[in-house]
């Protein structure tokens, strides 16, 4: 597939769900998958810090009909932050905490290139959060819960992985995978402009971490996707490597394909 599709891919305009407090939620539908199917629309989609959901948000959010909202983040940071507004839209949740200690909160390495950081924090992410991400795939492959939103902080890294490890189960090829994660530049951009100005006090917390916990360069994921590629034979392989069964994996394709 050439870039020039896979921009073209990646930028179509129903992707990014447009609100004024959350920048990165956006939809995984329209992408190609194997068969000649493609995902479809309004029926996954992944996003960041949904806490922060105002009146005007929840009214766009709403015409989505979501069913379920799958809250990767700690316990600390949904304390802290707060969580989906159940009361003012109810619908199921769910909280899957990938890692038990943030970037920002735990000992992590000094490295100072981004795309060597991502890396690292991606394989122990991986890791670590095999089977959360085993159970969040299954949970996603059950008929009672589409449409739905899964989402972390920033909605880069853990919905990154969990997004990438989805679409490459259903068929979905790597290089539109790093592209759909590469979006996450953009909404990095938007959300830290926006903090500036209505949330100073999370955009001091931007300013003070490393710069390289920013980061959503598409060279790592798709170093990521190679090594999986390296030592399972592919994606799909490591997914079943962390428990997630072939039934599974049939159900995600009949729930989020569509000729």
């Known amino acids: 597939m050439t870039p020039m599709l896979i921009g073209d891919l990646v930028s179509d305009p129903r992707r990014h769900i447009a609100l004024q407090n959350v920048h990165n939620f956006r939809d995984l539908g329209g992408y190609p998958a194997s068969g000649g199917k493609q995902t479809k629309w309004r029926n996954l989609f992944r996003a960041d810090g949904l806490y922060r959901l105002n009146e005007h948000d929840l009214v766009q959010v709403r015409e989505l009909q979501l069913r379920s909202v799958i809250d990767l983040r700690t316990e600390r940071e949904r304390a802290e932050r707060g969580v ?87 068929g979905v090829s790597d290089d539109v995978i790093c592209a759909d994660y590469g979006l996450t530049q953009q909404a990095m951009m938007r959300t830290i402009a926006w903090a500036k100005v209505h949330m100073p006090e999370m955009a001091q917390r931007y300013a003070d971490i490393n710069p390289v916990f920013l980061a959503a360069d ?18 799909g392989e490591y997914v079943k490597h962390i428990g997630v069964s072939d039934e599974t994996i049939e159900r995600l394709k009949y729930s989020l394909l569509e000729n």
């Open 218 to 235: 598409p060279k790592a994921m798709e170093i990521i996707l190679a090594e999986l590629h390296v030592k399972y034979g592919s994606v």
């Open 84 to 170: 989906f507004p159940v009361q003012h839209l109810p619908l199921q949740t769910h909280h899957f905490s990938i890692v038990d200690v943030t970037w920002s909160d735990g000992d992590t390495p000094q490295i100072e290139d981004a795309v060597e950081f991502l890396v690292w924090g991606y394989r122990e992410m991986l890791e670590i959060g095999a089977l959360r991400f085993a159970d969040a795939l299954e949970l996603l492959s059950q008929h009672d819960v589409l449409p739905a939103v899964f989402h972390c902080a920033a909605g880069k890294d853990r919905t990154g992985i969990l997004a990438a490890l989805l679409l490459a189960s259903i």
